[in-house]
């Protein structure tokens, strides 16, 4: 049983999305972007903190793309199929 091409598709999108944004976070905190010098609230679980980012990163893709998934395979093969009266 293969994977059906739409649902491939969108999982790699999502795959390369989360990784952007998760690269983009790693690259921040290497490059000084987000440091506890530039944020306003200075503490271990800053927002600014590039870990925090690239983990929050990571688990929003994650829940979307999960939810995108469950709502493509709910509407490709519907259970409950409309009966029209005769008309």
Avoid: D
Wanted: hydrophobic residues 50%; contains cysteine.
């Amino acid at each position: 049983m293969e994977v059906p091409a739409p649902l491939l598709n969108g999982s790699i999108t999502y795959l390369v999305l989360t990784l952007l944004t998760c690269f983009a976070g790693i690259g921040m905190g290497v490059t000084g972007k987000m440091s506890r010098e530039n944020s306003s609230y200075v503490g271990r679980f800053s927002p600014n903190n590039p870990l925090i980012f690239t983990l929050l990163a990571f688990m929003t893709g994650l829940c979307l793309w999960m939810f995108w998934a469950c709502c493509w395979l709910h509407q490709w093969h519907i259970l409950v199929v409309p009966t029209y009266g005769a008309e």
